[in-house]
């Protein structure tokens, strides 16, 4: 079990720029999640999967975020034309099916600064 | 609106001292309640809980929740400076498929 991993670990771009973060969960985590947290903030919620299938989308993500999961396996989060509000660190975390919700296993995150 | 709340924010204690931590909630469709450890970088799994009253203990963490007041609360005796760290709590909500999480509590503990 080598945990969840993410990549870059640190992102600085220019505004207008576009990103993107990869993750990569723990091998037999069928869930995988994205959060986002700023400072002095929980974590807040961006997308879930199921495998390949992106079952739920957070009502405040922009359109400029998308997510995708090719095979079910790693994920990429892509922000396009990047704005200063966008800085923030991004949490990847995964988790096993379970009928009683098994718990995120997350990430050490990308920390994303937009100068 | 799903809703978790944590109290104190913040809290600054000695070393030695026994601290409690609260979360509550309003969620809809329920599943369980977590608390974890966040220090610099990736939070940490504590606990989970889904029945009422059952308490959790690990060393000197220990967690109970309350599902008739929607509340949960951390405890941590005998503190240690190791323990420093901002503690989140979240609900699982929809069968599992989302987590919301409160705003943390930042514990500091002095020597």
């Known amino acids: 079990d080598t945990g969840v991993s993410q990549d870059p670990r640190h992102k600085i771009t220019k505004r207008g720029q576009n990103v993107t973060f990869r993750c990569d969960p723990i091998?037999?985590?069928?869930?995988l999640y994205w959060y986002r947290q700023t400072l002095g903030q929980g974590p807040e919620f961006l997308t879930y999967?199921?495998?390949?299938?992106?079952?739920?989308k957070s009502r405040l993500l922009s359109d400029r975020f998308s997510a995708e999961r090719p095979k079910g396996s790693f994920s990429t989060l892509e922000i396009q034309r990047t704005e200063q509000g966008d800085s923030a660190m991004y949490l990847c975390a995964s988790s096993s099916p379970d009928s009683l919700g098994s718990p995120l296993h997350f990430g050490n995150g990308t920390r994303l600064t937009v100068t | 609106e799903d809703k978790v709340v944590q109290s104190p924010l913040s809290l600054v204690v000695h070393e030695g001292d026994t601290v409690t931590l609260n979360c509550s909630y309003e969620?809809?469709?329920?599943?369980?309640l977590l608390w974890y450890k966040q220090e610099k970088k990736a939070p940490t799994f504590l606990f989970m809980l889904t029945s009422s009253g059952i308490e959790k203990k690990s060393g000197r963490l220990s967690s109970i929740l309350d599902k008739k007041e929607l509340f949960s609360i951390l405890n941590i005796t005998a503190t240690q400076t190791g323990d420093s760290a901002v503690y989140l709590c979240a609900v699982s909500t929809s069968y599992g498929q989302n987590f919301v999480f409160g705003p943390g509590t930042r514990l500091s503990v002095l020597p």
């Open positions: 999967f199921q495998n390949e299938a992106q079952l739920e």
């Open positions: 969620v809809t469709n329920f599943r369980s």
């Open positions: 091998s037999e985590h069928n869930r």
